[in-house]
């Protein structure tokens, strides 16, 4: 069973940066694909990013291009998530999600493919 731990939320200025940490504990690290989703009030919860479990094919949403950076520190059994530019609009609760899987090379971006998921921490960007 995997368990996931999220920080790093907080308050940041429009175009300003901030990195979240998700750290997964259970299962050996390189055996769990892991995603980075987010829910805005009122709104749908929406992918942003995900990696393979072996760090491969990072993906993200349109909206976070050239924006975001998803990154796994196996030594740490850590995922993170660098946002720079921030927007108002990605002001969100900011999930880490994850699953196991013998795909190393695969990078999971559907959220009903992650059974696993964190708490949530909140970033909120003022304008």
């Known amino acids: 069973q995997v368990q996931l731990v999220e920080s790093g939320g907080g308050l940041v200025q429009a175009g300003g940066s901030r990195t979240l940490s998700c750290a997964a504990s259970?299962?050996?690290?390189?055996?769990?694909?892991m995603g980075w989703f987010r829910q805005a009030p009122g709104r749908e919860r929406e992918f942003v990013a995900s990696?393979?479990?072996?760090?491969?094919?990072?993906s993200y949403t349109d909206s976070v291009k050239g924006r975001f950076t998803i990154s796994s520190e196996y030594a740490k059994n850590t995922l993170y998530l660098q946002m720079n530019n921030l927007e108002h609009e990605d002001t969100a609760v900011y999930f880490c999600?994850?699953?196991?899987?013998?795909?190393?090379?695969?990078?999971?971006?559907?959220?009903?493919?992650?059974?696993?998921w964190g708490q949530g921490t909140q970033v909120t960007v003022s304008s």
């Open positions: 259970g299962r050996t690290f390189s055996d769990i694909a």
């Open positions: 990696i393979s479990s072996l760090g491969y094919n990072p």
């Open positions: 999600a994850a699953r196991t899987t013998n795909l190393g090379r695969y990078s999971f971006t559907d959220e009903g493919e992650y059974p696993t």
